[in-house]
Structures are given as structure tokens and as C-alpha cells.
């Protein structure tokens, strides 16, 4: 597997773990009819953490490289606010859409702090797998990746530890090693300084081996949409379910919250590993999943 397919494995199934994920803020939309084998009813509408993510790997194909004035310049000109955006995320893409810097508007974001928010972490799986091997590689391009619209260190460092262990789970596919989950948390443990999201992880894995409503209730589930809030337990449910993408995403359903988020980065990491061979994505739900944009596709 080269660089561009893993990348593109992971897009997949950050996209189709965010339009699943997104199913179920519709009214009526069942958790038991998914988890009987019984999906909704496609098409399933992705997000902005597919559109955000499109653009990053549009990115990394055309440059191989992540460059932040190029990457916010194209977030600014993507962007539409009906996928689903927040209103923090909507105010710095219009401004930098409209010539300001990134630099000076993300970090004027929430009275100078900047956006701690679960953003940066939707949208990084696939960098992360790019660079499938080389986590300090994965580490330093998700910080760029992050900066454009995140300035606060707690967004920053959820986006590093998804994209570590997307280039960890790549890496394990490569050899054809699923690698323990503990073993995997360590991993991303290694390329984080302290903070929430690093107490988070350690807090995970001390978890594992409990059950999705447990790790949940101590890690959070995303619903308070803050990155300290949402990548411990994507990453608990990453590593427990790396060589099972629908067990993954279903629980991230099964624990509610911010579920398109939380299946986003869960799904890219999955794929990372599995793809779409067994134990991966499943066929049905790519059909269902709405069409990747065309510039994103080719």
C-alpha cells in the first residue's frame, strides 16, 4: 500500500463513519436496526468533516506536503455552512475567505484563546495515514493542519494524536500487524506534551477492556464538541476495534453524542488499517455514502 492508497482508504472511512454517523440526528433513524444489519436508507449526506477532510487530502496529492496559507486559502474557498459547520468554525472561514490572515483570526477566536473545539481532529485521519510510518512526519503536518483554524494547544495536540495513530494503523496494515491496543496508545502517548487530551488517552488506556457505555461515560463522547471531550474516546474505540470498521463506527453510535464527529475520526483511523477487505468498510455503506466531491475524487 503506498502512501496515496492509504490515505484515500482512510478519507473513505472518515467519510462514510461521518455520513453514517450524521443518519442519526434524523428522527427515527434506529441504532438496533443498524446494529441487526439493517442500515437507513442511502444516500447519507456527509458533513463538514469530510469536506474539511477532502480538502486535506486534496492537499497532500497535489503538494505532498502540508502548506498552511495554502491549506487555509482552500478550506476559505470550500467551505459551505449548510454541511453542518459550527458558528466559531463559519466566522474564521468567511473572514479568511474575505483576505484576512489565518494567523491573526484563529487566534482571536473565543476572546483569544482559540478553538479548542473537536475540528482539527474530524478532519486529520487521512494526513495521518499518508504518512503511514513516520508518526513524528504525521505529528508535525497535523499541527499545520490544525493551526489554520485551531489555535488553542488542546485542538492542536487531538488533531496530532488522530494523525499518529492513523500513520500507526497504516503502518500495521503495511506489515500486516494488528498491533495491541495498548501498544497503540503508547505510541500516540510518545508525540504529545501534557494537556487534557494526553491525561485523556492515558485515561483510555486504562479503559480498555471496559465496555463502549464506560469508556464513553469517562472519556466523553464528543457532545461537549471540544477535542479534549472527543479524541480520548475516538482513539479508546480505535484501537479496540482497528481490525473491525463496523464495530467501530457502531460504537461510536451506541455512545451517543457527537456521532458524526466521533465516527468520522474513528473511521479514518479503522480504514487505515482495514480498507475495505474483510473486516472493513463495508460495500453497502460506500454506495450508500453520498459521492465525494469531484475535485476530491480524482
Same mark, same amino acid.
Given at each position: 500500500?503506498?502512501?496515496?492508497?492509504?490515505?484515500?482508504?482512510?478519507?473513505?472511512?472518515?467519510?462514510? +463513519?461521518?455520513?453514517?454517523?450524521?443518519?442519526?440526528?434524523?428522527?427515527?433513524?434506529?441504532?438496533?436496526?443498524? *446494529?441487526?444489519?439493517?442500515?437507513?436508507?442511502?444516500?447519507?449526506?456527509?458533513?463538514?468533516?469530510?469536506?474539511? *477532510?477532502?480538502?486535506?487530502?486534496?492537499?497532500?496529492?497535489?503538494?505532498?506536503?502540508?502548506?498552511?496559507?495554502?491549506?487555509?486559502?482552500?478550506?476559505?474557498?470550500?467551505?459551505?455552512?449548510?454541511?453542518?459547520?459550527?458558528?466559531?468554525?463559519?466566522?474564521?472561514?468567511?473572514?479568511?475567505?474575505?483576505?484576512?490572515?489565518?494567523?491573526?483570526?484563529?487566534?482571536? *477566536?473565543?476572546?483569544?484563546?482559540?478553538?479548542?473545539?473537536?475540528?482539527?481532529?474530524?478532519?486529520?485521519?487521512?494526513?495521518?495515514?499518508?504518512?503511514?510510518?513516520?508518526?513524528?512526519? $504525521?505529528?508535525?503536518?497535523?499541527?499545520?493542519?490544525?493551526? %489554520?483554524?485551531?489555535?488553542?494547544?488542546?485542538?492542536?495536540?487531538?488533531?496530532?494524536?488522530? $494523525?499518529?495513530?492513523?500513520?500507526? *494503523?497504516?503502518?500495521?496494515?503495511? %506489515?500486516?500487524?494488528?498491533?495491541?491496543?495498548?501498544?497503540?496508545?503508547? %505510541? %500516540?502517548?510518545?508525540?504529545?506534551?501534557?494537556?487534557?487530551?494526553?491525561?485523556?488517552?492515558?485515561?483510555?488506556?486504562?479503559?480498555?477492556?471496559?465496555?463502549?457505555?464506560?469508556?464513553?461515560?469517562?472519556?466523553?463522547?464528543?457532545?461537549?464538541?471540544?477535542?479534549?471531550?472527543?479524541?480520548?474516546?475516538?482513539?479508546?474505540?480505535?484501537?479496540?476495534?482497528?481490525?473491525?470498521?463496523?464495530?467501530?463506527?457502531?460504537?461510536?453510535?451506541?455512545?451517543?453524542?457527537?456521532?458524526?464527529?466521533?465516527?468520522?475520526?474513528?473511521?479514518?483511523?479503522?480504514?487505515?488499517?482495514?480498507?475495505?477487505?474483510?473486516? +472493513?468498510?463495508?460495500?453497502?455503506?460506500?454506495?450508500?455514502?453520498?459521492?465525494?466531491?469531484?475535485?476530491?475524487?480524482?
Amino acid at each position: 500500500m503506498n502512501a496515496v492508497d492509504l490515505c484515500r482508504d482512510s478519507l473513505d472511512g472518515l467519510s462514510v +463513519g461521518d455520513a453514517l454517523g450524521a443518519q442519526f440526528f434524523v428522527p427515527g433513524t434506529s441504532y438496533a436496526e443498524l *446494529a441487526a444489519g439493517r442500515p437507513p436508507r442511502g444516500p447519507w449526506p456527509w458533513t463538514d468533516d469530510t469536506e474539511m *477532510a477532502c480538502t486535506i487530502v486534496s492537499e497532500l496529492r497535489a503538494r505532498g506536503d502540508i502548506d498552511p496559507d495554502h491549506l487555509a486559502a482552500a478550506f476559505a474557498q470550500r467551505y459551505e455552512p449548510y454541511r453542518g459547520y459550527g458558528a466559531g468554525a463559519v466566522v474564521i472561514l468567511r473572514q479568511i475567505r474575505e483576505g484576512a490572515d489565518w494567523r491573526q483570526v484563529a487566534r482571536s *477566536a473565543f476572546d483569544g484563546q482559540g478553538s479548542m473545539g473537536n475540528g482539527a481532529a474530524m478532519r486529520v485521519a487521512p494526513l495521518g495515514a499518508f504518512y503511514a510510518g513516520d508518526p513524528r512526519a $504525521a505529528a508535525l503536518r497535523a499541527m499545520r493542519s490544525a493551526e %489554520v483554524t485551531h489555535a488553542h494547544a488542546e485542538a492542536v495536540l487531538g488533531a496530532v494524536a488522530v $494523525a499518529v495513530a492513523a500513520a500507526e *494503523a497504516g503502518r500495521a496494515r503495511r %506489515v500486516d500487524h494488528r498491533p495491541e491496543p495498548e501498544a497503540l496508545l503508547r %505510541v %500516540v502517548l510518545e508525540h504529545l506534551v501534557e494537556s487534557r487530551v494526553t491525561a485523556g488517552i492515558r485515561r483510555a488506556v486504562v479503559l480498555l477492556g471496559a465496555g463502549v457505555a464506560e469508556a464513553a461515560y469517562e472519556l466523553g463522547n464528543g457532545a461537549r464538541v471540544l477535542a479534549q471531550d472527543t479524541v480520548p474516546f475516538t482513539l479508546w474505540v480505535a484501537a479496540t476495534f482497528l481490525h473491525d470498521y463496523p464495530a467501530a463506527v457502531l460504537a461510536c453510535i451506541e455512545a451517543g453524542g457527537d456521532v458524526d464527529t466521533t465516527a468520522s475520526i474513528v473511521g479514518g483511523v479503522v480504514a487505515a488499517f482495514t480498507g475495505t477487505g474483510p473486516g +472493513g468498510i463495508p460495500s453497502s455503506w460506500l454506495t450508500a455514502r453520498e459521492p465525494l466531491p469531484a475535485w476530491a475524487a480524482n
